[in-house]
């Protein structure tokens, strides 16, 4: 009983705590270093869960003038193929921003469309996932303007939407000749 009461006694004298309080708090430090801890991975484990999920890189491919059906495809559920969307008829190859456009991610809905009109609205709505742009107020169209700028100073350009009797008109002049 001697240890006992030594350890008790100073454990009331240094922290001005009971052994009951202080065995207490001593346990919710260990629980929550222990669950702060397992938050992180360690750095070797990062970098192997990184390469794991890595998917390469292609150098963007001009796919030219194509429709928005065409375009539907090139929506990242097929790994493949490039990551493509477009805003105000050219097409811009996203596959580098993956985690943004791909399956998944926050953004993924405008992968494979023309996404001009909700994103100068901000919308997320699959009926703003469209190309026209009528009707749309000063403010909104500057808004456009300004994620266009975005995207041909990050991405490259890769081909321009076209509508179906465009391109059929331009594949039977090739016929003719």
């Known amino acids: ?13 240094y922290t001005g705590l009971s052994p009951a309080a202080f065995f207490t708090i001593a346990a919710m430090m260990v629980f929550v270093y222990k669950f702060v801890s397992g938050m992180f991975v360690a750095a070797d484990d990062y970098m192997a869960v990184k390469r794991e999920q890595q998917i390469t890189l292609r150098e963007p491919v001009q796919i030219g003038n194509i429709t928005e059906d065409e375009l539907r495809p090139y929506n990242g ?3 493949n ?3 493509l969307m477009a805003i105000k008829g050219k097409i811009y190859d ?21 996404a001009s009109r909700a994103l100068a609205l901000m919308s997320f709505e699959p009926s703003d996932l469209t190309g026209d742009i009528e009707g749309l107020s000063a403010s909104e169209l500057e808004v ?8 041909e100073e990050k991405y490259v350009k890769v081909g321009q939407l076209v509508t179906e009797r465009t391109s059929t008109l331009v594949e039977d002049e090739t016929k003719e000749d």
């Open 1 to 13: 009983m001697g240890l006992y009461s030594t350890v008790t006694d100073a454990i009331t004298q």
């Open 77 to 79: 559920s097929d790994p």
């Open 81 to 83: 193929k490039p990551l």
């Open 94 to 114: 996203v596959s580098r921003s993956r985690m943004f456009y791909g399956p998944g991610g926050p953004y993924a809905l405008f992968a494979g469309r023309d």
């Open 144 to 151: 456009l303007e300004d994620w266009e700028a975005k995207f």
